[in-house]
């Protein structure tokens, strides 16, 4: 059981009103408590949906053309939300196709290139990722799917570093959190998970952007009953 779930017997128990307030509400939320208004602030800023694999080169992928010149255009800050943490959602065997998993929860781990770990987000489990395949010793691992430590990775490698301060905020790298909300010389490029956007100065912000955010269908969820 989750918070929103303990505050929904709460509101059944003892008939009182509840207001839930979040900046990435779901709409399986707002059906499992029966809500039966969810208010959004009005606004006049205007969106796109980007077919990824329609813009851009490789190199410079995930970050499409657009969101690219979007950046550049920008007369504040950017917000770049990406749906996991780490660099890659999953590490592979390019000869057997072996997805290195975690043996208690049957999911991929998530590669994170820094210090070269595999970590479960679900139970905590770290290991060292492996430099040759555990079922067939090849040397042939590489990683696939991106996390918010590729995206901070890539736009360094994108962007004017003189022009733009980056920082990445998510729950593997709480350290940015203090020069961010310090550092008004410069515009600010804030990479992160959901979790970064209550940590957002949003009267500093001219561009959001989410990430590849159609894969979140394909991620298996572990809040069911």
Not at 116 to 144: G, N, V
């Amino acid at each position: 059981i989750d918070v929103r779930d303990s505050v929904c017997i709460h509101q059944k128990v003892f008939h009182t009103a509840v207001s839930i307030c979040d900046y990435s509400y779901s709409v399986p939320s707002a059906l499992m408590q029966n809500l039966t208004e969810i208010h959004t602030p009005s606004t006049t800023a205007s969106w796109s949906v980007i077919e990824q694999t329609s813009f851009g080169s490789t190199s410079s992928y995930p970050i499409s053309d657009p969101l690219l010149r979007a950046i550049e255009e920008a007369s504040g800050d950017v917000v770049i939300i990406a749906q996991r943490k780490g660099f890659a959602t999953s590490y592979r065997c390019e000869e057997c196709h072996y997805v290195h998993s975690c043996p208690s929860c049957k999911i991929p781990f998530v590669y994170y290139k820094k210090d070269q770990s595999l970590r479960c987000h679900y139970c905590k489990r770290y290991e060292d990722a492996p430099r040759t395949c555990t079922q067939c010793a090849k040397q042939l691992l590489t990683s696939q799917g991106f996390g918010s430590e590729q995206i901070e990775e890539k736009i360094r490698t994108l962007v004017d570093l003189q022009e733009w301060n980056i920082v990445r905020i998510d729950a593997a790298k709480e350290e940015d959190k203090k020069q961010y909300a310090h550092d008004e010389q410069k515009a600010t490029i804030i990479v992160g998970t959901p979790t970064a956007l209550s940590q957002v100065i949003w009267s500093r912000v001219a561009v959001v952007a989410l990430i590849d955010i159609d894969r979140m269908l394909t991620i298996p969820g572990y809040n069911g009953p």
